[in-house]
């Protein structure tokens, strides 16, 4: 692992703007790799915009853009413009991954196609994350991600029921382009050590939604039911969901017949001939649940949880984001990274997801760099690409 983490010496250049390219790219930054987002001078990426909430000192901050740019620099060109060609050439031949979530065309329209990409870098990884694909009948749609949901069925699965399809409260379609874009990127350089040239990684919100469908897609592909929205609880396991009890909510997880028989055994009223395969139980979802919470109903949160625990029941409260970030089990975990912004100063961001060996910081690299105020960066790339190139350093 390099000093900065395990994509250390890799350079990336950020052409995507939004959610699902940046994020792709903001976790090969996390990772290690120098990551040049290049901006619009005209108000840069979309997200800079996107609020409220805004921050600073004259509300110029967008806490939407903070959440998918940390371990970058910001470059602004004019890339319809003969200069700003002129630098991005310049950026590609030095490059190793090129991250861009442009409708297709767009890229090819501005001079940039593959082929002339790889004219001018062999080695050049691209990233290209569409809405629903590169080609096929509908291949040049907008992706928006809510769209996306419900196109690509996730909405029909979420919800209280079948009538109130019900979006996931994150991007979830944008972040997961952007998860199956990084991994996609990483195979690719891997297999560029053996080949010694880049090819290109496609990947869009369709693919990502519908890669991650998991047992419910092979309930329609192999058994032929076509799966709705069962809320809290899950359609194949009961009892496993949210339940009340007296003074609050929370999640168990029955999940084998072992855990069954614990759980009926610290709860007898539960132990009954209609309930005794998961099967049976969930034909009868309905009754489990509302036994389980006339039992739960005599208990208080801070009661249930661990004599729950104590008889290896899985189950957790429901915590609001603020409880999540002050939990110290978080934070062990280093996913709460200290960054010194330009503008707002010291700030806490909320950090990768992944550590490397027994590393108490979460990503790639031991300190991240804060998200760039638009252009930030831009007299430094410049400079720097006026130098000659390091011998290796392409390597």
């Not at 002129?86 to 593959?114: C, H, I, K």
């Not at 991600?145 to 919800?159: K, P, R």
């Not at 489990?288 to 006339?294: L, P, R, Y």
């Not at 110290?328 to 709460?336: C, V």
């Amino acid at each position: 692992m390099g000093a900065n983490g395990p994509l250390d010496g890799v350079l990336v250049v950020d052409l995507s703007r939004a959610l699902a390219g940046p994020h792709a790219a903001m976790m090969l930054g996390d990772l290690g790799a120098r990551v040049i987002k290049i901006e619009n001078p005209d108000g840069g990426d979309d997200t800079r915009s996107w609020g409220p909430p805004f921050v600073g000192p004259d509300d110029s901050v967008s806490t939407y853009f903070l959440s998918c740019n940390r371990n970058k620099e910001s470059v602004t060109l004019d890339l319809k413009s003969p200069s700003g060609k002129d630098v991005l050439t310049r950026l590609v031949e030095r490059a190793d991954v090129l991250v861009e979530n442009f409708r297709p065309g767009v890229l090819d329209r501005l001079g940039f196609d593959v082929d002339r990409l790889h004219q001018l870098n062999p080695r050049l990884v691209v990233l290209s994350i569409t809405g629903f694909g590169h080609d096929g009948p509908e291949g040049g749609r907008a992706g928006y991600d809510q769209i996306a949901q419900g196109e690509a069925g996730l909405m029909s699965l979420t919800g209280p029921n079948a009538e109130e399809p019900t979006r996931v409260g994150v991007p979830i379609g944008d972040l997961l382009a952007g998860m199956y874009g990084a991994y996609g990127v990483v195979a690719a350089l891997h297999e560029r050590n053996e080949t010694g040239r880049g090819r290109v990684v496609r990947t869009s919100l369709l693919a990502a939604i519908v890669g991650v469908h998991a047992f419910q897609g092979t309930r329609y592909t192999v058994a032929g039911e076509v799966p709705t929205a069962s809320g809290n609880h899950h359609p194949s396991i009961a009892p496993y969901g949210l339940f009340h009890c007296a003074d609050g909510t929370l999640q168990i997880s029955v999940g084998s017949e072992a855990l069954w028989r614990r759980f009926i055994a610290a709860f007898p009223s539960l132990d009954r001939p209609e309930f005794g395969s998961n099967p049976d139980r969930v034909r009868q979802r309905d009754e489990v649940i509302s036994a389980v919470n006339q039992v739960f109903a005599a208990y208080s949160l801070a009661d249930l949880l661990p004599e729950l625990a104590e008889i290896g029941i899985p189950a957790g409260e429901v915590r609001t984001l603020d409880r999540v970030y002050e939990w110290d089990q978080t934070r062990s975990q280093g996913l709460l990274v200290d960054v010194d912004h330009s503008v707002l100063g010291s700030i806490t961001l909320p950090g990768p997801p992944l550590r490397f060996d027994a590393n108490a910081f979460a990503g790639g690299r031991p300190i991240h760099t804060p998200p760039p105020m638009l252009g930030e960066h831009t007299d430094a790339v410049l400079a720097w690409l006026e130098e000659p190139e390091q011998v290796g350093e392409r390597e």
